[in-house]
């Protein structure tokens, strides 16, 4: 269980225990080890709520949204969507399910069928649910395509004749088609000039107020983590290591990776020169994670227990929990 | 003075498509010295990608038409035989692409392909290139870079499939790095390491760098001067403690307008330059940004202003920035602190 248990409500979403490892093959096809991509992740997420994901490249944000939505299979755990656990459900309620949550992907181009129109891209999501006839399929695409911010002739293009900024729109857009409840944003405006962003975030917003949506969004950028979500949670090698409320988080960080996180933002002005935990040491692999705490050997205060005993997380602050030997 | 080492003259890039050919970079100009950093910036889909491909005249050339010049080192790349731009490409002039996925081949390991890349272009043997992809690999902050250069590119994770592009572009020493959007799959943690290995190259070998990319924090710490673009063409160019001081297109000031902050009010909702940027079917004939500028007049829309040199070394291309920036209107709000 998840330590910031929802107060009241019935979450929408309890992450729990959530472990995905993937086998790791030599050049002669051997299985030499396992990275532990994601490891005993829990987490909840209330209706109507954006709970941001943050963390190094490669800590395991991408395959935490792919193995909640199913894309690929967990090693251990449960992730509860509406009292039902999604691992165990099979056909027709699995589908409905398919329909109710759905991702943006990190990398757009290859989520699109390069020999498909944008236009038929799109409306594939409303057919394979079986939504509206032709004609009002069609307009459900332009109406989406517009609020993206298209026009309608872009319809009938191809995905290589879109910059990367506008591929990564058209996969927003196909999540949007099918009125989901819930949208895993896996870096949904990483390729957008902050122009562009700040009308995507906008829309992100106004359809969430519309419909009561929810989102897990991951993302690089910390100004627009801040920005959109309620609650976030940081991620290093695997592991969640710490959650919080986002004014409480940025003003308080308590890790020390959450610490040299926020210390590296570029800032944009030239004058201002940020002083920047560096972390030291080389980076861990997930496929040998390091003992006791994983975060240890690039620790700045790392001492002897931080080497021998896994931390629990604990609740240190209202709604603020971390898994930390610093914080007893 | 540092050498000359790109000098773009009046590109131009015309796309044949399906509805009649379209001008994707309409008459783009600037200039890169080695062992300075030029930042490219501007609206999603405003010609940014493509002039990066035209340099290495990497579009498909049966749907393209180049005009204008090139010059790498003073010689126009567009009279290139393919064979001699085959040898500019990785040896003289390495590209990092927007979209790793794109780039990366699905069926072979990605150690293979840095060593092929590796082995096209510099003399050694294979055992020798394979440690100097690992070696690469360990500077781009992969963990285990020995046992990960066996896994294909899906197996990785995204920010990890950008540093394999950065490692095989940075493998061969490049003169010329161009960089499209190289830190957008990364944490700020990583990217400030990849910022530091490209400084290090431009310190140790003096190389030039084209730095595409939408974050104007990035911009500010690593950029010596910055391009704006909008809609094809640039629209403003000033070193870079000028264009944050003072910006004086009003597309630019917008731009930073934009940025969200990492302090003070979160929920304040974000500035957005307001309209919808044309397609290149139906570029304005004036001003291209005039319709959506709210200091437009008749002139804006009917002739289209030249890119002009305002004070030494700031370019800019308006009709009305004197009086844009008396009224003090768009002015750059301090987003650090
Ligand atoms: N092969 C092509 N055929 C037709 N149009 C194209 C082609 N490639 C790109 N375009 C168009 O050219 C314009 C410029 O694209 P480009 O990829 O250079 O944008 P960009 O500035 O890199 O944007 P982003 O920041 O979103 O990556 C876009 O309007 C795009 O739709
Ligand atoms: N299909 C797969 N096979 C093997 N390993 C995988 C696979 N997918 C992911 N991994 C590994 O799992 C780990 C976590 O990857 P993941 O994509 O979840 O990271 P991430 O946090 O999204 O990183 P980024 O910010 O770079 O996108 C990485 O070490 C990655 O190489
Ligand atoms: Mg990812
Ligand atoms: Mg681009």
Redesign the pocket.
């Known amino acids: 269980m998840s330590i910031l248990a929802a107060n009241e409500e019935k979450p929408l979403l309890q992450v729990r225990n959530l472990k995905k490892y993937f086998p790791i093959t030599n050049s002669l096809g051997n299985v030499t080890g396992q990275v532990k991509a994601v490891n005993n992740v829990s987490f909840e997420m209330k209706e109507g709520e954006t709970f941001g994901l943050v963390g190094e490249s490669g800590c395991g944000k991408s395959t935490t949204g792919r193995t909640i939505m199913r894309l690929v299979e967990p090693t251990e755990g449960e992730a509860i969507y509406r009292g039902k656990d999604i691992y165990r459900l099979k056909g027709n309620e699995l589908m409905s399910i398919r329909r109710e949550m759905q991702m943006v992907f990190q990398d757009p181009y290859s989520s699109l069928n390069p020999r498909k129109r944008i236009g038929h891209i799109l409306e594939e999501t409303l057919k394979i649910h079986h939504i509206g006839n032709k004609k009002e399929r069609m307009e459900r695409v332009m109406e989406m395509l517009n609020r993206v911010g298209f026009q309608s002739e872009q319809y009938y293009r191809y995905p290589?004749?879109?910059?990367?900024?506008?591929r990564q729109r058209i996969g927003l857009a196909r999540a949007l088609m099918v009125n989901p409840n819930l949208i895993i944003c896996d870096e949904p405006v990483s390729?957008l000039?902050v122009s562009i962003q700040s009308q995507v975030l906008n829309l992100l917003e106004e359809i969430q107020e519309e419909f009561k949506l929810s989102y897990l969004f991951v993302s690089h950028d910390l100004s627009v983590v801040r920005h959109i979500s309620d609650r976030i949670g940081v991620m290093y090698l695997g592991e969640l290591v710490e959650e919080a409320e986002t004014d409480e988080l940025y003003g308080n960080p308590l890790h020390p990776y959450t610490q040299a996180l926020l210390s590296a933002v570029p800032v944009p002005n030239p004058a201002v020169k940020r002083e920047r935990i560096t972390l030291k040491g080389e980076v861990p692999s997930p496929l040998n994670p390091p003992s006791g705490c994983v975060f240890h050997p690039r620790c700045p205060h790392a001492t002897e227990i931080c080497k021998q005993k896994v931390p629990v997380k604990k609740m240190v602050a209202k709604n603020h929990a971390v898994a930390c030997h610093l914080y007893v | 003075m540092q050498e000359k080492l790109l000098e773009l003259k009046n590109l131009k890039t015309h796309?044949q498509?399906e509805r009649g050919v379209?001008t994707?970079v309409n008459g783009v100009s600037f200039t890169v010295h080695s062992g300075e950093t030029v930042g490219v910036v501007?609206e999603?889909?405003?010609?940014?990608?493509?002039?990066a491909e035209s340099i290495l005249r990497l579009?498909d050339e049966k749907?393209t038409r180049y005009e204008g010049e090139i010059l790498y080192k003073g010689k126009n790349l567009l009279d290139f035989s393919i064979s001699k731009m085959q040898e500019i490409r990785g040896n003289d002039i390495s590209m990092i692409f927007?979209d790793p996925m794109s780039s990366l081949n699905p069926v072979y390991s990605v150690g293979n392909q840095i060593v092929e890349s590796i082995l096209l272009h510099q003399k050694c043997s294979k055992k020798e290139a394979y440690s100097r992809a690992i070696e690469m690999l360990r500077l781009t902050g992969i963990p285990s870079p020995e046992k990960r250069v066996h896994e294909y590119p899906h197996e990785l994770s995204g920010g990890m499939r950008q540093r394999v592009m950065i490692a095989m572009a940075l493998s061969c020493q490049p003169r010329l790095l161009i960089a499209d959007?190289p830190t957008t799959a990364l944490d700020v943690t990583t990217q400030a390491q990849i910022l530091d290995l490209i400084n290090e190259l431009k310190l140790s070998y003096n190389m030039g760098t084209v730095m595409?990319t939408?974050d104007l924090g990035v911009v500010a710490e690593v950029c010596t001067r910055v391009v704006v673009?909008y809609l094809g063409q640039v629209i403003e160019e000033a070193n870079v403690e000028m264009l944050f001081k003072s910006p004086c297109h009003p597309y630019t000031r917008g731009l930073l307008k934009s940025i969200p902050k990492l302090t003070g009010d979160r929920l304040e909702k974000l500035h957005v330059i307001e309209g919808k940027v044309p397609?290149?079917h139906q570029v304005p004939k004036g001003c291209r940004f005039a319709p959506r500028c709210e200091f437009a007049s008749q002139k804006c829309i009917e002739q289209m202003p030249e890119l002009i040199e305002e004070e030494s070394g700031h370019k800019v291309r308006c009709w009305h920035f004197k009086e844009i920036i008396g009224t003090g209107e768009g002015h750059y709000v301090n987003t650090s602190s």
């Open positions: 290589h004749e879109f910059s990367g900024g506008q390729a000039d | 796309f498509t379209v994707a501007g999603s889909g405003c010609g940014k990608s493509v002039t579009l749907s927007q959007e595409i939408h673009m397609t290149l």
